[in-house]
């Protein structure tokens, strides 16, 4: 047997090893505890995941935004464990949806450096000294039905763009106003 036939034999006997071996693939484990006042404990890798500062608790409604921040928008897969209160588990992988590029761009550019926002300072008095006083900034008006209830509809990536995921009724006859978390 000459050296050249050798050599193929090794490298489709290599090929062949490595196509049989498992591959080890290493996902971030985010565990999610559903507690019994509908909150939820999450853990990534072991380690607490909580919600922002001033932002309420996990909940079962805000799943889809909790796995979204977790896996950085469904850039990244990660294996979700979900532990329900009556003992029930269900594992699943959340993987990304898949990227497809806009438009063809043979010569790369150079990212332009991206201008500072532009700030606006806006102030009130009346506030308790050291109170927490909320920013709500006003993107839409609804009516009140004739039974005295709001309704808004926003779009999905309005919400999202809010850290804490709250909306702020407010009457502006009546000066009832309504906290709405969507977390």
């Known amino acids: 047997m000459n050296a050249s036939k050798r050599d193929r034999i090794k490298r489709a006997s290599a090929q062949r090893a490595a196509a049989e071996s498992p591959a080890m693939v290493l996902l971030p484990h985010v565990i999610v505890t559903v507690n019994s ?19 309420p608790p996990w909940r079962r409604t805000t799943f889809g935004t909790l796995i979204d921040r977790i896996s950085d928008h469904r850039r990244t897969p990660v294996r ?19 990227q497809h590029p806009t438009q063809f761009d043979p010569v790369p550019q150079a990212p332009k450096p ?70």
């Open 114 to 183: 991206a201008a500072p926002p532009e700030l606006v300072e806006v102030t009130a008095d009346g506030f308790v000294p050291g109170e927490d006083v909320a920013v709500a900034i006003i993107i839409t008006h609804t009516d009140a039905a004739h039974t005295g209830i709001a309704r808004a509809l926003l779009e999905a990536t309005q919400l999202n763009a809010s850290p804490t995921g709250e909306v702020v009724l407010l009457g502006r006859v009546s000066g009832t106003y309504e906290i709405v978390s969507r977390r």
């Open 37 to 55: 006042d509908g909150t939820l404990t999450v853990t990534i890798d072991g380690e607490s995941f909580a919600p922002e500062p001033y932002a």
């Open 80 to 98: 979700v464990e979900v532990r329900e209160t009556d003992g029930s588990v269900f594992t699943d992988i959340i993987t990304p949806a898949k």
